[in-house]
T-cell receptor, first 113, second 116 residues
């Protein structure tokens, strides 16, 4: 079965640079979620979109923005990167029939140097 | 806001034995969902099992089962006949029933080691 696709899988940036992470949900899923997982920590919710509208918002820094496009893929834009932004970023998706189950992508590992 | 607590940072079990991972949560909502996710060394988050709060029957998925005690706000995961491939970090998670797009709130995780 098709899974959530995230790109790139690994990304290395320098402080103050900008990064864009992409997420392609499972086909026919209309909701995407973004989570950040620091080393040795549990995933922390950033933001979610349902039918291209922001649905829930967590502890997402003002330097980050996200959107969901007409084809349901989503992008997380991160500017003025800081060392503390180094983490594993997960995208998850859910569908209409079982909307409460979130399926995670493999994650994008962001390293800020 | 809801909180999820996993009080066992690490657990170990012998292969073929049974192990139980604990999870408690705090919420003022009467209906919600609870999940267990597994994160192996690959770091992929894998959904193991789900429980709807309005269902009294405990969920079961093959060797995985839960003990859901709504009044006590407890949600433990039992793994029977443990296998080497079960070794992973296990996260308990809470989700509100209310709207599409609602977040998962995770516990701190329990690192499970399976000894041959």
């Amino acid at each position: 079965a098709a899974g959530v696709i995230q790109s790139p899988r690994h990304l290395i940036k320098e402080k103050r640079e900008t990064a864009t992470l992409k997420c392609y949900p499972i086909p026919r899923h209309d909701t995407v979620y973004w989570y950040q997982q620091g080393p040795g920590q549990d995933p922390q919710f950033l933001i979610s979109f349902y039918e291209k509208m922001q649905s829930d918002k967590g502890s997402i820094p003002d330097r980050f923005s996200a959107q969901q496009f007409s084809d349901y893929h989503s992008e997380l834009n991160m500017s003025s990167l800081e060392l503390g932004d180094s983490a594993l970023y997960f995208c998850a998706s859910s569908g209409r029939l079982v909307h409460y189950e979130q399926y995670f992508g493999p994650g994008t590992r962001l390293t800020v140097t | 806001a809801q909180t999820v607590t996993q009080s066992q940072p690490e657990m170990s079990v012998q292969e073929a034995e049974t192990v139980t991972l604990s999870c408690t949560y705090d919420t003022s909502e009467s209906d919600y969902y609870l999940f267990w996710y597994k994160q192996p060394p690959s770091r992929q988050m894998i959904l193991v099992i789900r429980q709807e709060a309005y269902k009294q029957q405990n969920a079961t998925e093959n060797r995985f089962s839960v003990n859901f005690q709504k009044a006590a706000k407890s949600f433990s995961l039992k793994i029977s006949d443990s296998q080497l491939g079960d070794a992973a970090m296990y996260f308990c998670a809470y989700r509100s029933i209310e709207t599409s797009g609602s977040r998962l709130t995770f516990g701190e995780g329990t690192q499970l080691t399976v000894n041959p």
